[in-house]
T-cell receptor
Framework: AQSVTQLDSQVPVFEEAPVELRCNYS??????LFWYVQYPNQGLQLLLK??????LVKGINGFEAEFNKSQTSFHLRKPSVHISDTAEYFC?????????????FGKGTRLSVIA | NAGVTQTPKFQVLKTGQSMTLQCAQD?????MSWYRQDPGMGLRLIHY???????DQGEVPNGYNVSRSTTEDFPLRLLSAAPSQTSVYFC?????????????FGAGSRLTVL
């Protein structure tokens, strides 16, 4: 079975500072990896995903993530955050060739951008 | 707009009452699912369906019922509401069968059980 650990439940950061949200996963097989974002009072939407190929993945709103197979990590980064990035971020995993296996989510990291 | 529609957006129930949360999608997705979101717990899967007539349990199925009579609809029934079911509920769908496909979420239904 797969599991996801988001190492920080809350991350406060000043506007225009860089940020990294950490995600580690556990799986006995190769996986697909996702980051979703939830803005206040909204549903989740996809930020970026890693399926295969280049380990550096770029997403929307200037975010990027790097897949590190040896460390089983998929950390999310942004070089300069804006107030509008305040949201909850979820890392998620699905095994390759999983058919209809449900996506497994981490518990989320709440990013608060301070002016 | 194409997507996942959830109704109602807000609901208050008394303990012991029953109700149905509705979910409909117009993308012809085979896979649909229900999650609940609680502070500090992330999203936990309640039930999911891989096609009409097929449903399966997730991580926290107790107290909830589902059915899938059409591709478009996947209602979630609370049989006898309890305060522990106070939560925000999200319906999500994706084009099966690949796990590489992205989930599309509804806007959520906030349920309070008194």
């Amino acid at each position: 079975a797969q599991s996801v650990t988001q190492l920080d439940s809350q991350v406060p950061v000043f506007e225009e500072a860089p940020v990294e949200l950490r995600c580690n996963y556990s799986s006995s097989v190769s996986v697909y990896l996702f980051w979703y974002v939830q803005y206040p009072n909204q549903g989740l939407q996809l930020l970026l995903k890693y399926l295969s190929g280049s380990t550096l993945v770029k997403g929307i709103n200037g975010f990027e993530a790097e897949f590190n197979k040896s460390q089983t990590s998929f950390h999310l980064r942004k070089p300069s955050v804006h107030i509008s990035d305040t949201a909850e971020y979820f890392c998620a995993v699905n095994p390759w060739n999983s058919g209809n296996t449900p996506l497994v989510f981490g518990k989320g990291t709440r990013l608060s951008v301070i002016a | 707009n194409a997507g996942v529609t959830q109704t109602p957006k807000f609901q208050v129930l008394k303990t012991g009452q029953s109700m149905t949360l509705q979910c409909a999608q117009d993308m012809n997705h085979e896979y649909m699912s229900w999650y609940r979101q609680d502070p500090g717990m992330g999203l936990r899967l309640i039930h999911y369906s891989v096609g009409a007539g097929i449903t399966d349990q997730g991580e926290v199925p107790n107290g909830y019922n589902v059915s899938r009579s059409t591709t478009e609809d996947f209602p979630l029934r609370l049989l006898s509401a309890a305060p522990s079911q106070t939560s925000v509920y999200f319906c999500a769908s994706r084009d099966s069968p690949s796990g590489a496909n992205v989930l599309t979420f509804g806007a959520g239904s906030r349920l309070t059980v008194l």
